[in-house]
């Protein structure tokens, strides 16, 4: 539950605030078609794009899978909030402040606050350390890698002294012990002794949200000592598996550019960014997860390419293997960049500048020759080792990758193509392609006229929404959601702005669905010769239909010799003549 009092006119004044183009960007690539925007759809996997976002309604609708609404629906389904989570989030984000709940609900948004609160007071305080003289070891290491001092504050480098308290007994005056350990600060022994610093002799990292807010810290040892580099424990604010290291400083260029490149160290990343390639993130001590290939297929777009950059030793040969695998599952298209000598990107960086590591980028090693590079010599062995990438290829989701990964192992491996399939689809084989998304079908609006009579209702002028309600009968009206619109404006009045009402309060969803559909269409505007022309059409249809309908129900009364029903019937066509007239 929120900690918000949510009312209509404080969930109106979010909704106002929010720039659905800019949530939208943050998962999809987007590109402006006339008075929309278009990209790949987040919720099944397609290579033209289908979906669609009208930035002045605030809607999106995918023509391919069908799934419609506004800025809070699909923060909804991105995050995985319930309604009141996505109007916290999109207030805090577009500063629109709420009110409080009750007095429980204040005390949790405080103990919330707190801890973000107290992130941003250590990583101060490690930023202080890192310029103070106790820093002298960090600022030599950062020197020595090419990051000069006018650009610590922009990485938010800092330092955490070699000593056990120091940052608990800088914020222990004015936060709990208990407090900082939920923070990820502090560690409190089982034993029960006195709590210590999780992070001592280490050159400090803020990792933050893709949207650019502090969520835990990372740090690199200096001198001996494991392990190498420590991240903050999880927690509510930090997740390792949805989390990808200076994401917030590389998502637009990645969704400009179409390309990212994911590397498996800060200094890798960031000596990257330092000299101007800022497409650029790294994974947090983990390998990639689907979380990650999800996030990076949204900014990336139908076209988007991943290049991996691992250690070219064998460990970082697998995880480049595995890091694949989850990419061509979501659908991505993979490269390596493969560094060889024991360096990393670092390294490149520090010998020879950003034009030694671009002329490495723009030549990425083909997936494919990465895979069958360590392959034995023998044509038997080569054929029975290269088979176990089977599994790995007919997992890619893009069917026309797939393929061609498909046919191109066979090739190398001078076997057929349905021998590849057949093994990458072997009962228990580690990957093989994943189910279908299966878009689900739209309500359709069958009878004629009726969804331009929809639109009508939508963005009609007053005087023909006016006419809309006098004219239609609701009852002969075979779409439900349609009928349900009807029902609205009757309710509402004709001088409303039916969409947002719509998008706003109405609990049914496919008709909130059909409203994303139709107000993110391309179609001309609703004029009075086409409003008049379609009316005409629908009680055209619907008396057509019930005079059909009464006709038979008079023939079955007649043959059961039901006279009174009959009867009845008799006068209701009479009315229905008159009407018609």
């Not at 000299?275 to 390998?287: I, S, Y």
């Amino acid at each position: 539950m929120t900690d918000f009092d949510l009312d209509t006119e404080v969930i109106t004044r979010v909704r106002e605030a929010s720039d659905i183009i800019a949530v939208v960007s943050d998962q999809v690539r987007l590109k402006h078609r006339g008075r929309t925007w278009e990209g790949l759809c987040p919720f099944h996997e397609e290579k033209t794009p289908s979906f669609t976002v009208d930035a002045e309604k605030g809607l999106y609708y995918c023509f391919g899978c069908h799934q419609g609404g506004d800025v809070f629906k699909f923060v909804m389904a991105q995050q995985n909030f319930n309604f009141p989570e996505a109007v916290e989030y999109l207030a805090r984000r577009f500063g629109v402040d709420l009110p409080a709940r009750s007095p429980g609900a204040q005390k949790r948004r405080r103990e919330s606050e707190r801890q973000r609160a107290i992130l941003e007071e250590a990583q101060r305080w490690f930023v202080d350390q890192l310029h103070s003289a106790g820093g002298a070891e960090a600022a030599r290491e950062l020197e020595k890698r090419g990051f000069p001092q006018s650009s610590w504050l922009d990485f938010g480098f800092g330092w955490a002294p070699d000593e056990w308290r120091a940052l608990v007994d800088h914020l222990r005056t004015r936060h709990p012990e208990g407090v900082l350990t939920q923070a990820g600060l502090v560690v409190q022994p089982e034993s029960g002794k006195s709590p210590y610093d999780r992070f001592r002799k280490r050159l400090m990292f803020p990792i933050r949200s893709g949207d650019g807010r502090l969520i835990a810290f990372g740090g690199r040892i200096l001198g001996e000592g494991e392990p190498k580099y420590l991240n903050s424990p999880e927690g509510t604010l930090f997740h390792k598996r949805s989390t990808l290291f200076a994401l917030d400083r590389a998502r637009k260029e990645i969704a400009s550019s179409g390309e990212v490149i994911v590397v498996e160290g800060y200094f890798d990343c960031l000596s990257l960014h330092r000299v101007g390639l800022v497409n650029v993130v790294a994974t947090l001590g983990t390998a990639l997860t689907p979380e990650h290939g999800r996030s990076l297929r949204r900014l990336l777009g139908e076209d988007g390419r991943v290049l991996l950059c691992y250690d070219a030793d064998s460990a970082g040969r697998r995880a480049a293997a595995t890091g694949a695998g989850v990419l061509l599952q979501a659908g991505v298209d993979v490269a390596m960049i493969t560094i060889e000598g024991g360096k990393d990107p670092d390294d490149i960086i520090r010998d020879g500048g950003i034009e030694a590591f671009n002329s490495m980028a723009s030549s990425p090693t083909p997936l494919l020759d990465f895979l069958l590079a360590d392959l034995p010599p023998d044509p038997a062995d080569r054929r029975r080792t290269g088979l176990n990438l089977a599994p790995l290829v007919c997992s890619a989701s893009n069917p026309a990758y797939r393929q061609n990964l498909i046919d191109e192992l066979a090739r190398r491996l001078n076997l057929r193509p349905r021998d590849i399939e057949s093994k990458g689809r072997t009962p228990g084989a580690r990957g093989g392609p994943p189910p279908a998304s299966s878009p689900s079908p739209p309500q359709a609006a069958t009878a004629p006229g009726e969804t331009d009579l929809a639109r009508i209702l939508l963005e009609g002028s007053p005087a023909i929404r006016a006419e809309a309600i006098e004219t239609v009968d609701p009852e002969l009206i075979e779409d439900t959601r349609v009928r349900g619109l009807l029902a609205l404006v009757r309710e509402w009045g004709t001088d409303q702005e039916i969409a947002t009402r719509v998008m706003a309060e109405s609990q049914d969803e496919d008709l909130r669905t059909l409203v994303a559909r139709l107000c993110t269409s391309e179609h001309p505007p609703v004029t009075e010769e086409g409003a008049a022309s379609t009316l005409a059409l629908v009680v055209h249809r619907q008396r057509r239909e019930a005079a059909r309908s009464l006709q038979e129900a008079i023939e079955q009364a007649s043959r059961t010799g039901d006279f009174e029903r009959l009867a009845q019937l008799q006068e209701e066509k009479i009315r229905l003549r008159r009407r018609t007239k």
